[in-house]
């Protein structure tokens, strides 16, 4: 089925339904599938706390997955 024949059949199709739950998932996923094309731009913010968290993980101010799921049971337990 060609691209034409596609949107007419899903043209006609939409028109037919009544629910508005159905109309609403299928405007997202249209909405969903047109912003892949678009760049997604980190806020300034959010940029600024990435650079935080470079430096930190370069200036070896980290802990491991398992100490940090450590301390959030011992803090649970508590």
Known sequence: MSTVELKNKLKE???ELNEDYLLEE???I???????????KIPEEHKKGLERSLKQMDAGQTISHDQVMKELRDGLAS
Not at 33 to 39: D, I, P, T
């Open 13 to 15: 199709k939409i028109e």
């Open 26 to 28: 299928l405007l997202s």
């Open 30 to 40: 249209i909405d969903l599938e047109s912003s892949r094309n678009e760049v997604f």
